[in-house]
T-cell receptor
Framework: AQKITQTQPGMFVQEKEAVTLDCTYD???????LFWYKQPSSGEMIFLIYQGSYDQQNATEGRYSLNFQKARKSANLVISASQLGDSAMYFC????????????FGSGTQLTVLP | EAQVTQNPRYLITVTGKKLTVTCSQNMNHEYMSWYRQDPGLGLRQIYY???????DKGDVPEGYKVSRKEKRNFPLILESPSPNQTSLYFCASSSGRATYNEQFFGPGTRLTVL
């Protein structure tokens, strides 16, 4: 069984500052993938970034980076230079290797960017 | 345009009245899934399908049925809806077996069961 824990129900950040959203996971699978999704108030799910458990380097996608610490089982999302449009719910999720069919999600973090 | 479509987007119904939420993808994806989203719980998988005529239960399958008669379509059926099935529902699709296959999500269907 897999479990994702997001301990920050809500966070605030000042525009142009960086923010880290926490995600810890638990799995017995030797190989897995970690994902972050953004859900704006309009409701759609937007894929942001992916990290494979055997990837040597932390994933980056534009202003998003994933701080992957395998030994600590954490996969924190870092957003640099926050923008007002970053205000949204953010979900961390994971899937066992070979099973893109099944994502396990955390409960989400509501990020609010302040002007 | 590559997309996953769901219909209807919003639905208010009454307890016990059978309903179907349709899902269709135009990316020739093998994998399709249904999730429900509830406050404080994130998204939880209801059912998934690895290909035509192959479906399996996710984490919260009770009260739901699915079918996969065509590769592009994966309808979600509530035979006798109850108020605890009031939720936001997402259909998703992805290709292949590798872990890194982004799941493409539909726009969501907000269901209210009175």
């Amino acid at each position: 069984a897999q479990k994702i824990t997001q301990t920050q129900p809500g966070m605030f950040v000042q525009e142009k500052e960086a923010v880290t959203l926490d995600c810890t996971y638990d799995t017995s699978d030797p190989s897995y993938g970690l994902f972050w999704y953004k859900q704006p108030s309009s409701g759609e799910m937007i894929f942001l970034i992916y990290q494979g458990s055997y990837d040597q380097q932390n994933a980056t996608e534009g202003r998003y980076s994933l701080n992957f610490q395998k030994a600590r089982k954490s996969a924190n999302l870092v957003i640099s230079a926050s923008q007002l449009g970053d205000s949204a719910m953010y979900f961390c999720a994971m899937a066992p290797s070979g099973s893109a069919r099944q994502l396990t999600f955390g409960s989400g973090t509501q990020l609010t960017v302040l002007p | 345009e590559a997309q996953v479509t769901q219909n209807p987007r919003y639905l208010i119904t009454v307890t016990g009245k059978k309903l179907t939420v349709t899902c269709s993808q135009n990316m020739n994806h093998e994998y399709m899934s249904w999730y429900r989203q509830d406050p404080g719980l994130g998204l939880r998988q209801i059912y998934y399908s690895m290909n035509v005529e192959v479906t399996d239960k996710g984490d919260v399958p009770e009260g739901y049925k699915v079918s996969r008669k065509e590769k592009r379509n994966f309808p979600l059926i509530l035979e006798s809806p109850s108020p605890n099935q009031t939720s936001l529902y997402f259909c998703a699709s992805s290709s292949g077996r590798a872990t890194y296959n982004e799941q493409f999500f539909g726009p969501g269907t907000r269901l209210t069961v009175l």
